[in-house]
């Protein structure tokens, strides 16, 4: 088993525009709910992808962000 600080958790595409386009969205928030605050608990990294997507300019960027907020 790796050691939590070898380990992270990576959440993709969970902002409020993404989740709502999907019906499995229900059922998946409430166990990030619990997922993510036991994973910092454990010393984990929390990251969250986020698709960003700029029309005007053509351009689709994947970024990892790391949220220290609460959800």
Known sequence: M????ATALI????QAGIVGAY????????VLESVIPAAR???VLVD???DRVFPARGVEILT?????GSL
């Open 2 to 5: 790796n050691a939590p600080s």
């Open 11 to 14: 959440v993709g595409d969970m």
């Open 23 to 30: 019906a499995f969205a229900d059922a998946v928030l409430p």
């Open 41 to 43: 608990d454990a010393g």
């Open 48 to 50: 969250f992808l986020v």
């Open 64 to 68: 990892a962000e790391t949220w220290t």
